[in-house]
């Protein structure tokens, strides 16, 4: 009988002229993780940085070398990805910093919210099962107009 069912579904959504998306409890499970945060999941008990990468600066107006990095981390355990940037500014400089996690597949996105220390922050994880997602990261040094930024590779 649900076989039936199905096969209405989809004969209307055909005679609609619209796509049919199934979606089963593994679609569900899979997304599971999408938006929580890395360390109060325990997921960054199992995370590695696979990618990194760094955009350096000097800027004129202070005679400072900054840079900023973006992280991309995976937990194998939770099967997640997320960001994480690290500003290398001095404090009484620093006027900013903010990183975002993607997916590859939707484009699906989220921004840094957890502070791991003065200078350090973290995405949200997403979930990468059968996809791969990337992260990238900015900062501001004072009122100097270069915007520092970085994109790591796909993992």
Request: aromatic residues 10%.
């Amino acid at each position: 009988m649900r076989a039936l069912k199905s096969i209405g579904v989809a004969a209307l959504a055909l005679a609609a002229g619209t796509a049919l998306v199934v979606t089963g409890p593994a679609d569900a499970a899979g997304r599971q993780w999408d938006g929580k945060d890395p360390i109060y999941s325990g997921c960054a008990g199992t995370g590695r940085i696979v990618h990194k990468k760094t955009d350096k600066y000097y800027s004129s107006r202070y005679h400072l070398h900054v840079s900023v990095t973006a992280s991309l981390w995976y937990s194998r355990g939770c099967r997640t990805v997320w960001a994480m940037v690290d500003a290398n500014v001095p404090t009484d400089k620093w006027n900013g910093e903010g990183c975002n996690i993607w997916r590859n597949s939707d484009m699906k996105h989220y921004g840094c919210k957890h502070r791991t220390g003065t200078v350090e922050m973290l995405s949200p994880m997403l979930n990468d099962k059968n996809t791969t997602g990337f992260a990238t990261a900015w900062s501001y040094v004072g009122n100097d107009p270069h915007e520092m930024f970085a994109r790591t590779g796909s993992y």
